[in-house]
């Protein structure tokens, strides 16, 4: 049984001329334990992918499960769901409530699971995600960047969940910040064994995060390669070439 | 006196509830007919020190320093209509996103087409012609069509080459990129900057690229200047940034992700705080 199936999803927002197909017949299977990465610029309709996944987007036909149960669409989904998967989004400057705490945001995830203990718990958390004590009464706006993608992740963790969905956990981040939040995501998944299905541009980051990569233009996918593959610049698709090259490029510096 | 711009001891201050807070702090540079990288984390005092020389900072943020020349004038000394003459048709800035230095409200032919009128004597006839020349130079098709339309109507990468037409009609010596890409996709990255360094260096302007991106500043740039908590700790020759010695610097190259060369953990920085109080090392020619 894989982490998360999807058959055929098909997501169209708007009508008439408004209409725009978003995502076009993506089929992705990820395996428990895996870290799966979706690439593609913007409006390729690699968010919407998570997005529907989760019930943030309630409309789309095709075939959604998660580790072996069937979602419908619309924006309900199980408290077992809920509890298995998590996701971590891109803007920790917008994603925390400015007027909570650390100590709050963690307490209400930790209450609406119905987990004991919490106290004890929001410390292993703050452990975890290499915060320590010193930050549980802070409020985002005391804290950084990188440590507030710290608090978004130790909330995601919370209910102990098996997978996380990854929404550009980095790109709002400074390269040496990103490296360390990196860092961690590669241990907690080694150590939780999670499930990791992460949407990014940067090819960079996806290379290092991942063994399998989608690459995604236009809503539809284009073409999925291992990260071997990927790194030999193996990749039979136009686009996909095209987007190795950029990103080699700028990393050897333009010229 | 060959130098575009000349900066010396150019601190930037700010007061806050518990003291003065100093984003930059005593650096100096200077620019010739070359393009200057200043590169550095988020608060490291990069884009103050652009703003600083186009006089941007607003009160309570105070600006000193002991010189800040350029072609020798002094613009410590200029009054703000002086100011206000020197920006645009000296200096110019783009900035990081193109969804909030454009008007919404004004189409974009119009942007243009007042962007030359304020610092030039030219009919609206012939400013339209040297708009819409100015869009095909930035490689925008149809330059007739876009000149009609909204910002709101053209995509990320193309609301930043209008703003690069925009900025560079008036034909200042000096441009200010702070992050001109940051907003952008990667495909679209290159072709922006590829764009901006053409004009750049056919028309012989100075240029100060600010950036994050240390790989991506060493690929356009002559110099790079290295800043760390609002002093430059190194300078160095783009095409020997390998070679950088400071262990910020090599923090910082080693810290992106490779895609050819991967590694099991990244380098995370180890921040010494020794970097914070060292003086700061001149860039100046």
């Not at chain 1, 996701?87 to 400015?98: E, I, K, N, T």
Request: charged share 25%; net charge neutral.
């Amino acid at each position: 049984m894989s982490a998360i199936d999807i058959r055929k999803l098909n997501v169209v927002f708007g009508d008439y001329e408004d209409r725009n197909h978003a995502v076009r017949d993506v089929t992705i299977a990820v395996e428990r334990g895996e870290s799966y990465g979706l690439v593609g610029e913007s409006g390729s309709g690699k968010s919407t992918v998570l997005r529907a996944l989760v019930g943030l987007v309630p409309e789309w036909s095709g075939e959604i499960a998660v580790l072996g149960e069937q979602q419908k669409p619309g924006p309900r989904r199980s408290h077992d769901f809920h509890r298995a998967v998590q996701m971590v989004f891109q803007d920790p400057y917008a994603s925390l409530h400015p007027r909570h705490t650390v100590d709050q945001v963690l307490t209400e995830t930790l209450r609406l699971h119905g987990l004991k203990g919490v106290d004890a718990r929001i410390e292993t958390l703050l452990d975890q995600v290499g915060l320590g004590g010193g930050y549980r009464f802070r409020y985002p706006h005391q804290l950084s960047g990188g440590q507030r993608q710290r608090v978004a992740i130790a909330r995601a963790l919370a209910p102990e969940p098996q997978i996380l969905l990854l929404d550009e956990p980095t790109s709002a981040l400074d390269v040496s910040v990103q490296a360390e939040i990196l860092n961690l995501l590669g241990d907690l998944r080694r150590e939780l064994g999670l499930t990791y299905l992460m949407v990014s541009h940067d090819l960079g980051v996806i290379g290092h995060m991942c063994s399998r990569i989608a690459v995604m233009q236009n809503g539809a996918l284009v073409e999925e390669l291992g990260v071997e593959r990927m790194r030999r610049l193996e990749a039979s698709h136009d686009y996909t070439r095209h987007l190795l090259d950029s990103a080699l490029r700028s990393v050897r510096g333009g010229r | 006196m060959s130098n575009l711009l000349d900066v010396e001891d150019l601190s930037v201050t700010f007061p806050t509830r518990s003291g003065e807070f100093e984003a930059v702090r005593g650096i100096s540079f200077s620019l010739g007919r070359e393009r200057l990288g200043i590169v550095g984390e988020s608060g490291s005092g990069k884009s103050m020190t652009g703003r600083a020389v186009l006089g941007l900072i607003r009160p309570p943020g105070r600006v000193t320093a002991t010189r800040m020349t350029m072609n020798g004038e002094d613009l410590r000394a200029a009054s703000p209509r002086r100011m206000r003459a020197i920006r645009g048709k000296h200096i110019s800035m783009i900035m990081q996103d193109p969804k909030y230095s454009l008007n919404p409200v004004m189409t974009v032919g119009r942007q243009i087409t007042e962007a030359l009128r304020t610092h030039e004597k030219v009919s609206q006839r012939e400013a339209k012609a040297r708009a819409i020349e100015m869009l095909d130079a930035v490689a925008i098709r149809e330059p007739e069509r876009v000149m009609r339309l909204y910002p709101h109507e053209v995509s990320g990468g193309m609301g930043q080459r209008i703003m690069i037409a925009m900025m560079l009609i008036p034909n200042p010596e000096i441009l200010i990129a702070d992050e001109p890409t940051s907003a952008l996709d990667v495909s679209v990255q290159l072709q922006v900057l590829e764009i901006m360094d053409k004009l750049v260096r056919d028309r012989g302007m100075g240029l100060i690229f600010i950036s994050h991106d240390l790989t991506l500043v060493s690929g356009f740039c002559d110099r790079v200047a290295v800043m760390y908590a609002g002093r430059i700790v190194e300078v160095c020759d783009a095409g020997r940034l390998h070679e950088a010695q400071h262990p910020y610097t090599r923090g910082l190259l080693n810290s992106v992700p490779d895609l050819e060369h991967p590694r099991d953990r990244l380098e995370a920085l180890k921040r010494d705080p020794d970097w914070r109080s060292a003086p700061s090392v001149s860039a100046l020619l």
